[in-house]
């Protein structure tokens, strides 16, 4: 019997680097879709604060999540021709996170003065801290989807954003307005991308983020506070 010299041959070689490439493919079609999601401006600023608008300090809070969904961690999803799922996920902030930081990032856009964090609140009257300013944003996610459903030369990206916005006067304590802004969209084209992923639920969050601002609500409830 010839003995092993412990030397791979050449079809064990190949053997080896197959079962390695199945491997990695195997971990990485295990892991999830990492979305850097932010607040993309739509639309020029139109109605930018002004000077006397800017001394009123603006807080926005992260957003109570209240989808729907078992696993809250995720944002969408890739559905493959063979049923197969991949899940998608905020890059580094949490869902909550993510909508607070763009509603701070959409304020920011339009003139106002915004404090540094996004503090989680609940939303009610009695857990605003003085220390947040003159007015706090907070609110609640309903929706915050894209999914992609792809196949051979075929992907279709669908996505929805719901949120219910809150308005809390700061030194008052108390609830201001409370409104609903959402937004969708889908596209389609020949091969799935990740970027085009993240483009989606980007453009669409900051859709619905900018229909704050559309009419003249903002600007009357700031107006209001800094006349008291």
Known sequence: MKKYDGKLTSINRIILCCVLALTLVSCAATGHYKLDVRYMPQAEVTRAADSGMQQCIITTAQFNDKRNEPDREFIGKRIQGDSSVRKAVPLTLTPSETVGTAI?????????????????????????REEWGNLVVGGFIEELDVTSK????????????KLRVIFADVKQKS?????????????SHLFFNQSRMEQEISNTLSSAVEKMFTDNKVKDIISTMIQK
């Open 175 to 187: 609830i201001l307005y409370t409104t609903s802004i959402e937004s969708s969209s889908s596209f």
């Open 104 to 128: 701070k990032d959409a304020f920011f856009k339009n003139g106002y003065t915004v404090f540094g964090g996004t503090p989680a609140w609940d939303c009610t009257s009695t857990s605003v």
């Open 150 to 161: 792809t196949d051979f030369l075929s992907a279709e990206y669908k996505t929805k954003v």
